[in-house]
């Protein structure tokens, strides 16, 4: 793969010392919002819109986003932008939402004087908010219509927040969908190439850029990362810093991002936990031993809950369907272990997942469905991990467990599975991911005894 380099421990020194040097600028995304640790706060807030304006999306599956929300009722001819930024506005203002770990963590990090969010919760100010209580932190909107520039001296005047698509509160001139996103962005462009913006423009020129779970897409993201650095893309120079996940998975982006002469470090992985792992280094740098150890130990706790958890092995064409049989499992009382959610940035990878296959977790899912059939991928040789441990449990099965979530497959469509032949007969179906009552109970019952058994020894 173009551009694929080896994130380590020089990479995470050289992070630290620009961090230190007040060189990065984190732009914060979507990716990195949640209304608890299960769910994003996008998915939240397009169920609560969905409901408030009668838009049907049962055909989308249970987990929609707020765009999706937003085409269905534009569909609508007498649909109203003003009533949706509305109706987004009332619900937020509604709630009150706790930080998610990894906005606290970054929030936490003192050389970061300037953060930039591509959201308009207000999430990531709570978060500013109550981890420094004893700073002045400043919220700058850059919602159309207003022409609030970076003061000259925000160094010095404590922590400084810009929301570059607007905040809800400016309701109707955020943006909230995609179709929102380009206006925001081209009149952004505007103001950020005349007097309107300029100390903004010129930061974003001189600084490294830090982007955290951006989740726009491959095209929109390549147009913002270009918005933002301003010069002719070849002649950028400054690094870039991306931790987004499955990032290697987007070869025309990785592509077009290498056009520039700057250097780009791509962070694969999940961004909430490459958040997490960048403060506890950088508190170790800074000697915050107490804060690292409250940290540490609740990481320790979190890893020990993982023992004995069920492995999701999915493609990433199944994602969705991984998704939903997740959040059904976690909802029934199950403890599951998903690399989206569970692998730390930086981790080894392949190591990390051939050791929770062959001793931690208690039992072994693998979703199956017309693209695990058909396509080549990593998910394969996690399979060939599971087989080997597989026949140590006899005739009986309990610990490979294949789950067909493809509606229009069956168990004799199964030729690439390399599950041992007396597991066969167990194959459960589970359309799109949806898990049922029998089946979670039965996992649970997995695990218990996964655990008692670990228990004695």
Same mark, same amino acid.
């Given at each position: 793969?173009?551009?694929?380099?080896?994130?380590?421990?020089?990479?995470?020194?050289?992070?630290?010392?620009?961090?230190?040097?007040?060189?990065?600028?984190? @732009? =914060? !995304?979507?990716? %990195? +919002?949640?209304?608890?640790?299960?769910?994003?706060?996008?998915?939240?807030? #397009?169920?609560?819109? $969905?409901?408030?304006?009668?838009?049907?999306?049962?055909?989308?599956?249970?987990?929609?986003?707020?765009?999706?929300?937003?085409?269905?009722?534009?569909?609508?001819?007498?649909?109203?932008?003003?009533?949706?930024?509305?109706?987004?506005?009332?619900?937020?203002?509604?709630?009150?939402?706790?930080?998610?770990?990894?906005?606290?963590?970054?929030?936490?990090?003192?050389?970061?004087?300037?953060?930039?969010?591509?959201?308009?919760?207000?999430?990531?100010?709570?978060?500013?908010?109550?981890?420094?209580?004893?700073?002045?932190?400043?919220?700058?909107?850059?919602?159309?219509?207003?022409?609030?520039?970076?003061?000259?001296?925000?160094? @010095? =005047? !404590?922590?400084? %927040? +810009?929301?570059?698509?607007?905040?809800?509160?400016?309701?109707?001139?955020? #943006?909230?969908?995609? $179709?929102?996103?380009?206006?925001?962005?081209?009149?952004?462009?505007?103001?950020?190439?005349?007097?309107?913006?300029?100390?903004?423009?010129?930061?974003?020129?001189?600084?490294?850029?830090?982007?955290?779970?951006?989740?726009?897409?491959?095209?929109?993201?390549?147009?913002?990362?270009?918005?933002?650095?301003?010069?002719?893309?070849?002649?950028?120079?400054?690094?870039?810093?991306?931790?987004?996940?499955?990032?290697?998975?987007?070869?025309?982006?990785?592509?077009?991002?290498?056009?520039?002469?700057?250097?780009?470090?791509?962070?694969?992985?999940?961004?909430?936990?490459?958040?997490?792992?960048?403060?506890?280094?950088?508190?170790?740098?800074?000697?915050?031993?107490?804060?690292?150890?409250?940290?540490?130990?609740?990481?320790?706790?979190?890893?020990?809950?993982?023992?004995?958890?069920?492995?999701?092995?999915?493609?990433?064409?199944?994602?969705?369907?991984?998704?939903?049989?997740?959040?059904?499992?976690?909802?029934?009382?199950?403890?599951?272990?998903?690399?989206?959610?569970?692998?730390?940035?930086?981790?080894?990878?392949?190591?990390?997942?051939?050791?929770?296959?062959?001793?931690?977790?208690?039992?072994?899912?693998?979703?199956?469905?017309?693209?695990?059939?058909?396509?080549?991928?990593?998910?394969?040789?996690?399979?060939?991990?599971?087989?080997?441990?597989?026949?140590?449990?006899?005739?009986?099965?309990?610990?490979?467990?294949?789950?067909?979530?493809?509606?229009?497959?069956?168990?004799?469509?199964?030729?690439?599975?390399?599950?041992?032949?007396?597991?066969?007969?167990?194959?459960?179906?589970?359309?799109?991911?949806?898990?049922?009552?029998?089946?979670?109970?039965?996992?649970?019952?997995?695990?218990?005894?996964?655990?008692?058994?670990?228990?004695?020894?």
């Amino acid at each position: 793969m173009p551009g694929k380099e080896c994130w380590n421990n020089d990479s995470w020194d050289e992070l630290i010392d620009d961090i230190e040097a007040g060189v990065v600028i984190p @732009i =914060v !995304g979507g990716g %990195l +919002v949640t209304v608890d640790e299960n769910e994003r706060f996008d998915t939240w807030l #397009a169920t609560k819109l $969905a409901e408030k304006l009668g838009v049907n999306l049962s055909s989308s599956g249970p987990r929609y986003n707020v765009n999706q929300v937003a085409q269905a009722y534009f569909t609508n001819s007498k649909a109203d932008p003003d009533t949706l930024h509305a109706r987004i506005k009332s619900t937020i203002t509604g709630n009150t939402f706790k930080p998610s770990q990894s906005l606290l963590d970054l929030a936490r990090i003192k050389p970061f004087k300037l953060f930039l969010t591509t959201t308009y919760d207000g999430i990531l100010e709570a978060a500013l908010n109550e981890v420094r209580s004893n700073e002045n932190v400043t919220s700058i909107s850059l919602a159309k219509g207003k022409r609030q520039d970076l003061p000259e001296n925000w160094q @010095i =005047v !404590g922590a400084t %927040l +810009v929301y570059l698509l607007g905040s809800y509160l400016d309701s109707p001139n955020f #943006a909230a969908w995609d $179709a929102d996103i380009i206006d925001h962005v081209l009149d952004l462009h505007v103001r950020l190439g005349n007097e309107d913006l300029k100390n903004l423009a010129r930061v974003l020129q001189e600084k490294k850029l830090l982007l955290l779970g951006m989740r726009f897409g491959d095209w929109l993201t390549r147009f913002f990362i270009h918005l933002v650095r301003r010069p002719p893309w070849h002649l950028d120079t400054k690094p870039t810093y991306i931790a987004e996940p499955d990032v290697f998975a987007m070869e025309t982006f990785v592509l077009f991002v290498q056009g520039r002469r700057g250097e780009t470090r791509f962070i694969p992985g999940d961004p909430e936990a490459f958040a997490g792992e960048l403060y506890l280094r950088w508190a170790d740098r800074a000697r915050l031993t107490k804060k690292i150890e409250d940290r540490k130990s609740a990481q320790s706790q979190m890893d020990k809950a993982l023992e004995g958890a069920v492995f999701l092995s999915y493609s990433r064409k199944d994602k969705e369907a991984a998704k939903t049989l997740y959040e059904g499992l976690k909802k029934a009382g199950c403890d599951v272990w998903f690399d989206e959610f569970e692998l730390n940035p930086g981790e080894a990878y392949t190591d990390t997942m051939e050791r929770r296959i062959r001793r931690d977790c208690g039992a072994f899912i693998s979703i199956i469905s017309k693209n695990t059939e058909n396509d080549e991928g990593f998910f394969h040789m996690e399979r060939d991990w599971a087989k080997t441990r597989a026949i140590y449990y006899g005739a009986t099965g309990g610990f490979y467990i294949p789950v067909i979530v493809d509606p229009q497959m069956s168990a004799q469509d199964l030729r690439k599975e390399p599950l041992p032949r007396h597991v066969r007969v167990n194959v459960v179906t589970l359309p799109n991911g949806e898990p049922n009552s029998d089946f979670c109970k039965y996992l649970i019952g997995l695990q218990t005894q996964f655990r008692n058994k670990r228990a004695k020894n």
